[in-house]
Nanobody
């Protein structure tokens, strides 16, 4: 069984940076793809970034060039480096993972990111 625990959210001024972390319990090698979703109040949950086991990455257009996703398979961690943050980035951010089912079957509890203008 895989469990995900996010940390690193908080309040930041527009233009600032935050790094979110995702601690993976269980073996990270069983996870094919890790991702970060976010959900703002009144909006649908959206996929922000994803990274495969081979470190292939993909980003939502809204965060390209500002966010960087990475994973540390040795230490069973995932990260989302967020730079040049905007008020529109305010949301609850969730770490998620795909196993052999290739569906987003594992989810963290979420961490709040608030960007003040």
């Amino acid at each position: 069984q895989v469990q995900l625990v996010e940390s690193g959210g908080g309040l930041v001024q527009a233009g600032g940076s935050l790094t979110l972390s995702c601690a993976v319990s269980g073996t990270i090698y069983s996870i094919k793809t890790m991702g970060w979703y976010r959900q703002a109040p009144g909006k649908q949950r959206e996929l922000v970034a994803s990274i495969t086991r081979d470190a292939n990455t993909d980003y939502a257009d809204s965060v390209k060039g500002r966010f960087t996703i990475s994973r540390d398979n040795v230490n069973s961690m995932g990260y989302l480096q967020m730079n040049s943050l905007k008020p529109d980035d305010t949301a609850v951010y969730y770490c998620a993972a795909q196993g052999n089912s290739r569906t987003w079957e594992y989810w963290g509890q979420g961490t709040q990111v608030t960007v003040a203008s």
